[in-house]
T-cell receptor, first 115, second 111 residues
Framework: DADVTQTPRNRITKTGKRIMLECSQT?????MYWYRQDPGLGLRLIYY???????NKGEISDGYSVSRQAQAKFSLSLESAIPNQTALYFC??????????????FGSGTQLSVL | SQQGEEDPQALSIQEGENATMNCSYK?????LQWYRQNSGRGLVHLIL?????REKHSGRLRVTLDTSKKSSSLLITASRAADTASYFC???????????FGKGTLLTVNP
């Protein structure tokens, strides 16, 4: 079983719809992240959470919200989806030991298309 | 905005050749990491080099870091068709530690 699981793998939705992407992890990591990937733009950070009570905005948080339901679960919501939110979304985790040399573990991604 | 910028954007080589990718960044860092992404899939961590290190090896991978030039290079020796993927550098630093990724280099290794 994957250590970082994202659901769904693919989603097609319409403009204006609310949609939630879910991420769960079995790695026991404190830190969780949501990134989006667009062709030619690399990965951009949307939100990140260093523990259940700590939520932080990334560089492109507008139009998104998150919920850290438990250490193992971090969901991303689009309250009213728009076409330019069409992208590949990744959840990632890291151990959060504060040593400054953390590596990220990624899920397989959710391909979201907003029509 | 992205911290790291990879160069070249795309690289095509023959199997057995070496592949070199470069990454430049703008601000001070604690470490620099390289990740690999097979088409459309999640990124996989390859190697991490700390700011006080100059070179690091892992199997066929060799990473260098020049903090004075704010640049890093990833060398893959004796490339294989299975090395075909996108490669990203990511920089981390500061007390509010998080990684910032570049746009990636698409490496194609032809059999």
């Amino acid at each position: 079983d994957a250590d970082v699981t994202q659901t769904p793998r693919n989603r097609i939705t319409k403009t204006g719809k609310r949609i939630m992407l879910e991420c769960s992890q079995t790695k026991g990591h404190d830190r969780m992240y949501w990134y989006r990937q667009d062709p030619g733009l690399g990965l951009r950070l949307i939100y990140y959470s260093f523990d259940v009570k700590d939520i932080n905005k990334g560089e492109i948080s507008d139009g998104y919200s998150v919920s850290r339901q438990a250490q193992a679960k971090f969901s991303l919501s689009l309250e009213s989806a728009i076409p330019n939110q069409t992208a590949l979304y990744f959840c990632a985790t890291s151990a959060g030991r504060g040593t400054g040399d953390e590596k990220l573990f990624f899920g397989s991604g959710t391909q979201l298309s907003v029509l | 905005s992205q911290q790291g910028e990879e160069d070249p954007q795309a690289l095509s080589i023959q199997e057995g050749e070496n592949a070199t990718m470069n990454c430049s960044y703008k601000t001070s860092i604690n470490n620099l990491q390289w990740y690999r992404q097979n088409s459309g899939r999640g990124l996989v961590h390859l190697i991490l080099i700390r700011s006080n290190e100059r070179e690091k090896h892992s199997g066929r991978l060799r990473v260098t870091l020049d903090t004075s030039k704010k640049s890093s290079s990833l060398l893959i020796t004796a490339s294989r068709a299975a090395d075909t993927a996108s490669y990203f550098c990511a920089t981390g630093g500061g007390s509010n530690y998080k990684l910032t990724f570049g746009k990636g280099t698409l490496l194609t290794v032809n059999p």
